[in-house]
């Protein structure tokens, strides 16, 4: 088919094509009448001074201390840092938010009853889809939203990317509940942080009390000033982690929250509904007259058999 005949294949059949597009526009758009906006919060971290200043307090001179590192004195250890990179959606973070603030009545507050104080199956055809597909593939039936879950739920939910060329990096949460995207990146940090800085602490208190029983036992005076050096350090480090200052990770730029929802986007569905309405138009009009010349082709070769 060349070029002439397509386009008159296509004059033919506009009233079809733009009836496609006429109901792939209206199906988009009963789709997000349907959609509830999201609103995307986002905030900036980087490695804390304190942290940085422990770091450097728990580093090891070496020569006569290199006996220690089998004892987590070893330089080149993890930072603190990327230990909230690590755990800001780990379950124990989620199990903390969720005792201190109840995350998952507030996250899955749709499946949640304030009256009844109790988890609600969600109802709907939706619901009633997965619960089907869930039956079908022998999966277990629907059960309230656990610790596990909203782990799952922060790691989905909080992105993170790094700024280029320096040790930043941004957090984004979205969210039916612009409040909410924004309380939960400022509790992420602050209960991340806090963990840290616990196990920061009992780290460095065992360290201390290690050094502590390694002096009672060494009575080499090099080794003995080596170890009372690292015995303030450690307790230094200690000071560092009370100091009620952010341990591993600082808010460089204070969370806020987008005003306008950034999801779904009307614009860009209502292109694709369009365009996709325009395909399928262009496919039927097309196979009706693949159809139409075919069933032609027959009917005359039928007349000149004489059939």
């Known amino acids: 088919m060349n070029l002439g005949a397509a386009l008159r294949v296509v004059w033919q059949g506009k009233l079809i094509i733009l009836l ?27 490695p804390a001074a304190s942290e940085l200043m422990s770091s450097g307090a728990r580093s090891t001179r070496g020569g006569p201390l290199s006996f220690l590192g089998a004892n987590g004195f070893g330089a080149g250890a993890v930072t603190e840092f990327e230990r909230f990179m690590e755990l800001k959606a780990s379950a124990e973070l989620a199990e903390r938010l969720q005792s201190k603030r109840r995350v998952l009545q507030r996250v899955f507050v749709d499946m949640w009853d304030p009256e009844g104080r109790r988890w609600i199956r969600p109802d709907g055809l939706v619901a009633a889809s997965k619960m089907a597909l869930r039956e079908s593939l022998r999966l277990p039936p629907w059960t309230p939203p656990s610790i596990e879950v909203l782990a799952e739920y922060l790691q989905e939910e909080i992105k993170q990317s790094h700024e280029r060329g320096s ?17 939960l990146l400022t509790w992420v940090h602050a ?3 806090v963990m840290i800085r616990e196990r920061a602490m009992l780290r460095a208190s065992e360290q201390i009390k290690y050094l502590e029983g390694k002096l009672m036992t060494i009575s080499v005076k090099e080794h003995r000033d080596a170890l009372v050096d690292l015995l303030s350090q450690q307790e230094r480090v200690l000071m ?25 986007w009307p614009i860009r569905a209502l292109a694709i509904g369009g365009l996709a309405g325009l395909v399928i138009g262009f496919f039927i009009v097309f196979l009706w007259s693949g159809m139409r010349q075919g069933g032609t082709a027959a009917l005359g070769d039928d007349e000149a058999t004489g059939t």
């Open 191 to 193: 209960e991340t942080d």
């Open 20 to 46: 496609c597009v006429l109901v792939a526009l209206g199906g988009t758009y009963a789709w997000l009448k349907r959609q509830t906006p999201e609103y995307t919060a986002r905030m900036v971290v980087g």
């Open 167 to 183: 040790s930043l990096w941004v957090l984004k949460c979205s969210n039916h509940d612009p409040t909410l995207a924004k309380q």
């Open 240 to 264: 560092v982690i009370g100091s009620g200052l952010p341990y591993a990770a600082e808010i460089i730029e204070a969370p806020t929250v987008s005003e306008v929802p950034t999801w779904p």
